[in-house]
């Protein structure tokens, strides 16, 4: 009964309720929008980071992996050393670099990284083998269609340049081996992979002995942390961040998008809570003479205020389900806009949809339904019986 | 005669030794200086590696960073030295990045942008306006997402107003009657219902302009803390209010003519006592 007496009612005023649960809807979009937002960079790129089973990281002295363009020195030293700390299993050095390549006349640039093959992290192969040679390379999707290189083509490759010869320098012939993708490059990045030895010897002096990053994984089970901190002992020249530390600064960077988030996502909650309450008042006051004829024949107080609270929650839910649809639309629309974002890894999603998050903002979106009708219905039910009857048949 | 020699001597010992130069001067930023306690006239010792051997400067300067947008989200700190110190302490040689070139109008900038990149190899000359829409691209990603939150936020308004709106009117349907009822034209009602939502949206609007200004407020103070930097986050120009104003009154018009008209095409004795509600309350109880 309760159940149909607010579906009449709710039926009554088609356009007004149609209207209130269109802008419960889009207040409920972008709500979930929000929430994805808030927490859908950092999930993406802790995803990420640890896709790989590096859960450390090593840059040069004050710096994130490839902020700036420092590296650091001795690397074969730095491998030593971190051999030496327990439960480090496996050290994966990356140089990065600059090629250019000639194909068919044409000079590319492309971003090189110069890894250990055997246990590189930054890429996987699509098509073809790892470069195992010294003279092999691999290169991605958007290299290969610019250059228009195939596998098996020798390419020659320069590492530098010098402008008083006016010739490339670091020249080699390296022979394409593979297709691959790149973990943690940018979307359309021309890229190429090689043995780090190679690059080393092609960027000549500026490069020997040097790395831009290396790439640890620890045992299984063991204090990511602690292996840390011995790692920070063991080379204070060089700076040691795991896979929080990495995101706590990340977040702190890109911090401006939670607090959008979060400003926007409350303000979105409060736009819909006061669209309902507006409606569920102005309800009450169109049927104060219904309501008191239903506290005169004997209906408790509190069955009203459930009818009326009914009202606004069912408002809330439907407007929430229609939200949630258009917010997952609106957030794959939002996230190509924020994935043209410069050197940012493909891989990172801004808007992540987590079941979680959905839940979330469906309970937020029933709450404040809920709230939404109490005062209203509460003050409805309340009225005195005998005056409000007079006043309603009086007009 | 000696002594004479060994006094000789021992000058010429004196006049040997190098005059040591004195430290030279540096520039660092604000941030650098609060975060270090650095002051003028401070000496550092600066190096390209940590704990590498550098060299003993002077702070000359501290100096407040531009607003630069692309500058924002990066917490690092600046010196400023002079070219061949840094050459020299980071072993570049004679090397530099970029050099900025001046040119005498645009003419002379196109001829010399040709010149040069005919003329060199290994680097390529870029008009500023090029590198500042390259550098300024996170920017442009950045303002694309807020013009698209901006046009949620519009149809979420569009929305709200237009509820709202159909609710005032709806609250009078009994005036609204009564009018009828005497006479009153349909098109005078209609009119008079407009006017009355041009006011609520125009005065919505000036409550609106004033709180955005002081969330704009709040913003900037709060992101320039956060950033250290003096770049305005949030502004509000004569043209975003222009915007909002116009947005807000075309959108009060045409809910309040939506609105109105629906009103107007009801029977006047059906207004006042709400029949057809009723009825549509009535039929879905019994369905």
């Not at chain 1, 690059?199 to 089970?221: C, H, K, P, V």
């Amino acid at each position: 009964m309760l159940l149909q007496l607010a579906w009449a009612t709710l039926t009554r005023h088609r356009s007004r309720t149609l209207l209130a649960i269109l802008g419960v809807a889009v207040s409920a979009a972008m709500l979930l929008d929000m929430v994805m937002l808030s927490t859908g960079m950092r999930v993406s790129l802790r995803n990420l980071l640890l896709s790989r089973g590096f859960q450390l990281r090593l840059a040069p002295k004050g710096t994130l992996p490839f902020d700036t363009d420092a590296t650091i020195p001795d690397a074969s030293t730095v491998i030593r050393v971190l051999r030496t700390i327990p439960d480090v299993t496996t050290i994966s050095p990356v140089l990065g670099g600059q090629l250019h390549i000639t194909v068919g006349g044409r000079t590319i640039t492309a971003t090189a990284l110069g890894v250990d093959p055997s246990v590189q992290g930054d890429f996987e192969i699509a098509q073809g083998r790892i470069p195992a040679a010294p003279n092999e390379l691999v290169a991605s999707d958007d290299f290969l269609r610019a250059s228009g290189a195939k596998l098996g083509d020798t390419l020659s490759a320069a590492a530098g340049y010098d402008p008083q010869l006016r010739s490339f320098t670091g020249r080699r012939a390296l022979v394409l081996v593979g297709r691959a993708h790149f973990f943690y490059m940018p979307a359309e990045q021309r890229a190429v992979a090689l043995p780090i030895t190679t690059l080393q010897q092609m960027r000549g002096t500026d490069a020997r002995d040097r790395a831009s990053l290396f790439m640890i994984r620890a045992r299984d089970g063991a204090d990511v942390e602690a292996v840390l901190h011995r790692i920070q002992t063991a080379l204070p020249t060089v700076t040691a961040v795991s896979t929080e530390t990495a995101l706590r600064q990340v977040d702190e960077r890109l911090s401006y998008f939670r607090q959008l988030a979060f400003i926007l996502g409350a303000v979105s909650l409060a736009v819909g809570f006061l669209l309902v309450t507006t409606l569920v008042t102005v309800s009450v006051n169109e049927r104060l003479g219904e309501i008191v004829v239903m506290r005169a024949i004997g209906v408790a107080r509190s069955r009203v205020v459930l009818q009326i609270v009914i009202e606004g929650v069912a408002i809330m839910f439907v407007g929430a389900l229609a939200g949630l649809l258009l917010g997952l639309a609106t957030a794959r629309y939002l996230n190509s806009i924020l994935a043209a974002f410069p050197g940012l890894p493909a891989a990172i999603d801004f808007f992540l949809f987590e079941p979680r998050d959905a839940w979330g903002a469906l309970g937020l979106l029933t709450v404040a339904g809920i709230l939404a009708g109490i005062y209203p219905s509460w003050r409805g039910a309340s009225l005195p019986i005998a005056i409000t009857l007079r006043e309603e048949a009086v007009g | 005669m000696l002594a004479a020699l060994l006094l000789a001597a021992f000058t010429q010992t004196i006049d040997s030794i190098p005059v040591r130069p004195p430290p030279r001067t540096v520039a660092i930023d604000e941030r650098l200086a609060a975060d270090a306690r650095i002051k003028i006239g401070d000496r550092l010792v600066v190096t390209a590696t940590p704990g590498g051997i550098g060299d003993t400067v002077v702070v000359g300067a501290i100096v407040r960073r531009r607003a630069d947008p692309s500058e924002v989200a990066r917490a690092d700190y600046r010196v400023i030295m002079h070219l061949d110190e840094l050459q020299s302490i980071v072993g570049y040689g004679d090397r530099v990045d970029r050099f900025a070139v001046a040119t005498r109008g645009a003419a002379a900038t196109d001829s010399a942008i040709r010149h040069i990149n005919d003329a060199a190899f290994g680097f390529q000359a870029y008009r500023s306006r090029e590198i500042a829409v390259e550098t300024s691209r996170t920017f442009l990603v950045v303002s694309r997402f807020h013009r698209a939150i901006g046009v949620i936020t519009i149809v979420a308004s569009a929305i709200f107003l237009l509820c709202i709106m159909l609710l005032k009117v709806d609250e009078r349907r009994r005036d609204v009657a009564a009018l009828r009822l005497l006479g009153i034209s349909a098109r005078s009602i209609v009119r008079s219902v407009m006017v009355e939502a041009a006011l609520v949206a125009v005065f919505g609007s000036g409550v609106g302009v004033a709180l955005g200004w002081v969330a704009a407020q709040l913003v900037n103070w709060h992101y320039r803390g956060v950033y250290r930097t003096p770049l305005a986050f949030a502004l509000i120009t004569p043209s975003i209010v222009v915007l909002a104003v116009t947005l807000s009154l075309v959108l009060g018009l045409a809910a309040g003519l939506l609105a109105a008209q629906r009103l107007v095409r009801m029977p006047a004795l059906e207004l006042l006592t709400g029949r057809r509600e009723e009825r549509r309350g009535e039929n879905a109880l019994s369905s």
